[in-house]
């Protein structure tokens, strides 16, 4: 049964606080399973810190369910260009979030379904979750074949990944969340976990593809909803706790106080771009010549996902050296991002009015490098 929770519903209730003022209707005496009337994946992730930090878990352990608009999320330590099809994401419109846990990428949509297990750190065990996940499929389903692994992932048949898992362990409390793949579109799952960019060398944590399926595609009866129910009754009967389903709005500043914050640091440039590991580009392209192409070189240190070293390499009968230059002086310190690289071109392009046979160049080499961004 789905709850929707007012601003009696208060959190004071449910253990002691670190904030004041917000929560739950009754004091549980064991713990609380909540699902989130969000879809934006900044926002969801937001909650999830929001609870880690400031809800007391022992004895009381939170399932938190939640579903993501087309996203794709890595994790803490993981570059992004190496990760995910940036442009095609930019075109579709697919927001890319970073995480506080670690792991690999993922994509959600609404046929994704998150679940966080959220415990004391004495109690964090991933493995009981995904034995419990695989209870409540069987409920259901009996006849399905999954199986949880010794990288905390879970199969269907031996085979295909339905579920994947990542964990954030603080000094008192932790969380274990992990996806489950439902009716997820794998057509947009697998082209935006594939990077299309060359030369890029980093010791970020990688991804480790994998063989996937949808349970729908198992069983059409297996929605997102049923499944969703099924984790829930399953989750309340192991660890005795009220199987009501409390909603609630990961967005509410009154109820969950600093939670904005929390969002827009989630959400901002420094923190999905600027925390990627140190890297280096090294790479090349051509640009048309006559009736041939040139071959052009590009070599850039990227810290903090700004341009640290960039020495861009035309031939001088196509770009000048002085003119090759000042390009490659302008990029240090700028963030290695198309935005700021069409900015940079602009300014540029002020410096050498009049040139068109110089702009059309300039155009092509800063399209090209946008290319790898």
């Given amino acids: 049964m789905l709850i929707p929770l007012s601003m009696k519903n208060c959190f004071r209730l449910l253990c002691q606080h670190k904030v004041p003022a917000a929560g739950f209707k009754s004091p549980p005496t064991h713990g609380l399973i909540l699902q989130s009337i969000s879809n934006d994946v900044y926002e969801n992730l937001a909650f999830e810190d929001w609870i880690h930090d400031h809800i007391h ?62 415990t004391t750190k004495t109690k964090y065990d991933r493995m009981e979750n995904l034995k419990l996940i695989v209870r409540a499929l069987n409920a259901v389903q009996p006849q399905l074949d999954v199986q949880p692994t010794k990288k905390f992932d879970l199969l269907l048949d031996g085979q295909f990944k339905i579920s994947g898992t990542a964990s954030k362990i603080g000094r008192t409390a ?15 799952l697998s082209s935006s976990l594939k990077s299309p960019y060359c030369g890029i060398k ?29 984790v829930a009754a399953e989750y309340a009967a192991h660890h005795q706790v009220d199987g009501h389903v409390n909603l609630i709005n990961p967005a509410d500043e009154t109820m969950f106080p600093g939670i904005n914050r929390k969002v827009k640091e989630l959400q901002s440039w420094e923190w999905v771009y600027g925390r990627t590991p140190k890297f280096t580009v090294d790479t090349t392209f051509h640009v048309p010549y006559e009736q041939a192409h040139l071959e052009i070189q590009v070599f850039m240190d990227v810290k903090n996902g700004r341009i640290e070293t960039c020495a861009i390499k035309a031939p001088d009968h196509w ?35 009049g040139d068109h046979h110089l702009h059309s160049k300039w155009y092509i080499l800063c399209e090209k490098i946008r290319g790898i961004m």
């Avoid at 969380?175 to 947009?188: D, E, K």
Wanted: net charge positive.
């Fill in 57 to 118: 878990l022992e004895g009381k352990p939170i399932l938190f369910l939640w579903r993501n608009s087309p996203s794709v999320v890595i994790g803490r330590h993981q570059n992004p260009w190496q990760e995910c099809n940036l442009h095609l994401m930019r075109q579709e419109g697919i927001k890319l979030a970073r995480r506080k846990s670690g792991g690999g990428a993922v994509y959600h949509d609404m046929g994704n379904i998150n679940l966080t297990f959220f």
């Fill in 174 to 188: 932790a969380y274990h969340h992990c996806t489950l793949l439902c009716s997820t579109n794998r057509t947009a």
């Fill in 202 to 230: 980093s010791n970020a944590t990688p991804s480790i593809p994998s063989a996937v399926k949808n349970l729908l595609e198992r069983d059409s009866t297996l929605t997102c909803e049923v499944l969703m129910s099924a």
């Fill in 319 to 353: 770009l000048p050296l002085e003119i090759g230059e000042k390009l490659n002086s302008s990029f240090i310190g700028s963030k290695f991002c198309p935005v700021e690289t069409t900015l940079l071109t602009n300014v540029l392009l002020r410096t050498c009015p």
